[in-house]
């Protein structure tokens, strides 16, 4: 959707002839709409289980994607696109929840990383639609990119049900048989299972010693009382941890990466390329460093660890977008079109968005869905989806308007200081999380100064384990 609506959005324009400011709130509102869907999933997947939810999911958007491709005029579209959000905003929370639950510690990071991977894989495929369809009539051309949305949303519905439950969930359920079975395969190792399983029973509240097939849990999992443990009454630990994964998700979008993803064609466009199909082809490339670059992070998140990528994503951003705004800014007060300018400017934009993915991107969702405790994921996860689309709806719906008022220019000035806050934010808070099983997490948190030193102690910590494995 958000790589589609990039191209869309000039063709929509041009057919409904509507305003700048409406085709701001048209692609910027999704993110805004999509809070109610996160809102939801956190009680939705305790209630009804990760997998089933993944699928509710899906069948949201297929039909919010149909609607879409058939709508008739500005109105309808809005309306379309309130459908979709909703299935956005169950699948942003609860995908990497779910990874994260099933993936043994070893490869965490990894797996945890490929919905960000395959989210990136998906605005290449749209900006690759957007340059295909943009061959048919007016009419026709937008609603094709919209409607086609509704392929992998199937995909995704009728693919995850030949995927296991949440070992978490079902235990959280009293289903420790179903949960061995699920552990079993999931593990590196029958030896890894029992103890996966042992830190979940202790989280969840069931004896060790209990090894029957279904048990009575005395108080299901059903959200209550959550939110007061987050917000009112934390531990010095879950406030760190609140914090953490709030900051990460505030800095994420901030930093401007929704501005270049959706618009990248107006940003081609004040750096010199007129043409349609120039500008296509440039975001093409957009997308294609995008995925390349996560998919170099994918291989790294487990090697490297959370931190010392993070902060090498984030410096690279921070510079990625102070050249971009010299050179725009250069651009905007020349009266003739300086070629190197133009190619500096379009370099910048790979560079940002190159950064951006081998950092920032994946690590936000993996970082986030791994730190809360088993009692506060699902509600922890989806309050810092709340804060990621509130943000990348903030950024989405005023960027036009902000270049008009300070100048296209300054727009990326604004960004990159904000960037270069968020780097001194992740340096001070965020401790390292590589290697670390979901029950070990809240040891790393609860001393903000000691961020850099308790991740150093992790990396020692995971070495000293793998040793004592192997």
């Given at each position: ?105 070893s490869s965490r990071g990894f797996l945890t990383s490929f919905p960000e991977v395959f989210i990136n894989g998906g605005i290449l495929l749209g900006y690759i639609s ?155 490339a957009v997308g294609f460093v995008k995925t390349i670059f996560i998919l170099v992070a994918t291989f790294m998140l487990d090697r490297v660890g959370r931190r010392p ?34 190619g500096l400017s379009i370099a910048m934009v790979l560079a940002y968005v190159a950064t951006f993915s081998i950092g920032a991107g994946p690590i936000t969702w993996v ?104």
């Amino acid at each position: 959707d958000i790589g589609v609506m990039s191209g869309a959005a000039i063709y929509i324009q041009r057919d409904l002839k509507v305003s700048d400011v409406k085709i701001e709130i048209l692609l910027g509102i999704i993110n805004l709409y999509s809070l109610i869907g996160s809102c939801l999933a956190g009680r939705t997947s305790d209630w009804i289980g990760r997998r089933y939810t993944i699928v509710f999911a899906g069948a949201i958007f297929f039909a919010g994607a149909i609607l879409m491709g058939f709508s008739p005029n500005y109105s309808f579209l809005r309306c379309a696109r309130f459908v979709a959000a909703i299935g956005i905003g169950y699948a942003l929370m609860i995908a990497p929840v779910y990874t994260a639950e099933v993936s043994p510690a070893s490869s965490r990071g990894f797996l945890t990383s490929f919905p960000e991977v395959f989210i990136n894989g998906g605005i290449l495929l749209g900006y690759i639609s957007n340059y295909a369809f943009s061959k048919l009539t007016l009419k026709l051309g937008w609603r094709m990119m919209l409607g086609i949305g509704a392929i992998p949303s199937v995909l995704l519905a009728v693919g995850v049900l030949a995927m296991p439950e949440s070992p978490r969930w079902l235990v959280m359920r009293g289903r420790l048989g179903d949960a061995t079975k699920v552990l079993n395969k999931t593990s590196d190792t029958k030896e890894e299972a029992e103890l996966r399983l042992a830190d979940i029973k202790q989280a969840a509240g069931i004896p060790e010693s209990c090894n029957d097939d279904v048990v009575e849990i005395a108080k299901k999992s059903t959200g209550e009382g959550v939110w007061k443990e987050l917000f009112l009454y934390p531990t010095p630990a879950v406030r760190h941890i609140l914090i953490a994964a709030l900051g990460i998700h505030f800095f994420q979008q901030a930093s401007g990466v929704d501005a270049v993803v959706l618009y990248s064609p107006r940003i081609f466009e004040k750096a010199g390329i007129t043409n349609d199909t120039d500008k296509l082809l440039a975001t093409v490339a957009v997308g294609f460093v995008k995925t390349i670059f996560i998919l170099v992070a994918t291989f790294m998140l487990d090697r490297v660890g959370r931190r010392p990528l993070l902060l090498s994503s984030v410096g690279g951003m921070v510079l990625s977008l102070l050249t971009l705004a010299i050179s725009l800014t250069i651009i905007d007060h020349s009266d003739r079109k300086l070629m190197w300018a133009v190619g500096l400017s379009i370099a910048m934009v790979l560079a940002y968005v190159a950064t951006f993915s081998i950092g920032a991107g994946p690590i936000t969702w993996v970082y986030s869905s791994e730190i809360f405790p088993l009692r506060l994921r699902a509600q922890g996860a989806a309050a810092g989806v709340v804060v990621n689309r509130t943000t990348s709806g903030v950024i989405s719906m005023t960027f036009l308007s902000l270049t008009k008022a300070i100048t296209i220019g300054g727009a990326f000035f604004l960004y990159c200081g904000i960037a270069l806050v968020g780097w001194i934010f992740f340096f001070t808070v965020l401790p390292e999380t590589r290697g670390k099983t979901l029950e070990e997490m809240g040891g790393a948190f609860g001393k903000f100064s000691a961020a850099s030193k308790d991740g150093d102690h992790a990396n020692a910590q995971v070495h000293l384990r793998t040793h004592v494995q192997t």
